[in-house]
């Protein structure tokens, strides 16, 4: 949750994961065969649309799937609460629980991955008529449902492209219901790896205030973004920030500030979100990673706005970034 009291988007899932229940195979296996599961389908990474509506499966709907799938990935339990612990209707969820379950275990949710059909195969097996990005429907989605896919989707690209060991070559299989692979050879357990990325608005105090910007290399002429970039080995969220802008803008910064966080399943990312402050404002750019930076008025940006409709991405946390600081003078 941030200081604005705004989830990012694919965070503030409502799903019990139920760990517990991760360690009885045989126990999800059960829970995948009956009628209360709930499926959700992917292809390459794409949701499965039909009549406008992401398909997860229930029911009948779930018996066009083939035999032979790789394992369904167990997402978590379905228990009607939102992120803050209440129920989808206003009811506080006691959290009781007897040998690790819940006494009200909501309906289980798992994702399949049909990436070794074609997708026309796909399409046919679950009656969809088309395959989706999910970032293409993310402005039409509950959050909580944004967020089911967002981590079905990481899951399920992690699978597919984590089939062998790292360490001996051996073919790894799925354990845990989908939350890590094993070698068979060696025994290594695996899990996903998430790469933590920085982004962060910089400040130049005022009067007037303003904030950097800048033009990545293939961007349009007026494009213009936060700065962000990747952790490195041995270094702090903060100490990242202070890298990357005096690596991208050639500027030092004295206060970091954190301001929030964001689940970035393209395919595997955390997206973690800062407020700094310049020491001054003469830049510099490599030319290669950055072509340009500017100074943006409160003023410019609502203009901005205005102009354009929006600023940053409608799914990412640079907006709400640029938005707190607009909203924070007036």
């Known amino acids: 949750m941030l200081s604005t009291g705004v989830v990012t988007a694919y965070a503030g899932g409502a799903l019990d994961r139920a760990g517990g229940l991760r360690r009885d195979a045989d126990g999800l296996r059960r829970l995948f065969g009956s009628e209360r599961a709930e499926v959700v389908p992917l292809w390459r990474d794409r949701c499965l649309v039909a009549r406008d509506a992401v398909l997860r499966l229930v029911g009948d709907g779930r018996r ?101 060991c790292g360490t001996c070559g051996s073919p790894a299989r799925s354990v845990q219901g989908g939350a890590a692979r094993q070698c068979t050879g060696c025994d290594q357990v695996l899990f996903p ?12 105090p005022g009067p007037p205030a303003r904030c950097l910007l800048a033009r990545h290399a293939g961007a349009g002429e007026d494009s213009f973004a936060l700065l962000a970039g990747f952790l490195e080995v041995g270094e702090s969220l903060e100490d990242a920030v202070r890298r990357e802008v005096a690596e991208e803008a050639g500027l030092a910064v004295d206060s970091v500030r954190y301001f929030g966080s964001q689940p970035w399943p393209f395919p595997s990312g955390l997206m973690v979100g800062f407020f700094a402050t310049a020491r001054d404002e003469v830049t510099t750019v490599d030319g290669e990673e950055l072509l340009e930076t500017r100074w943006f008025s409160r003023a410019e940006l609502r203009d901005r706005r205005a102009a354009r409709g929006r600023l940053g991405n409608p799914d990412s946390i640079d907006r709400l970034l640029l938005e707190t600081w607009l909203d924070a003078a007036p």
């Not at 997402?75 to 040998?99: A, E, W």
């Not at 999910?134 to 899951?155: F, K, N, T």
């Not at 790896?193 to 130049?204: G, H, K, Y």
């Open 193 to 204: 790896r998430i790469s933590p990325a920085v982004i962060m608005l910089v400040e130049l």
């Open 64 to 164: 066009g799937l083939p035999d032979g799938l790789g394992e369904p990935v167990f997402l978590g339990l379905d228990d009607g609460r939102r992120h803050d612990g209440r129920r989808h209707d206003g009811r506080r969820h006691d959290g009781r629980r007897v040998d690790g379950r819940r006494l009200d275990d909501g309906r289980p949710v798992f994702a399949v991955d049909l990436s070794d059909l074609s997708e026309e195969e796909a399409l046919a097996a679950v009656g969809a008529d088309r395959t989706m990005d999910v970032r293409r429907l993310v402005h039409r989605l509950d959050p909580a449902e944004a967020a089911v896919l967002g981590y079905a989707r990481g899951l399920c690209h992690w699978h597919r492209n984590q089939r062998f």
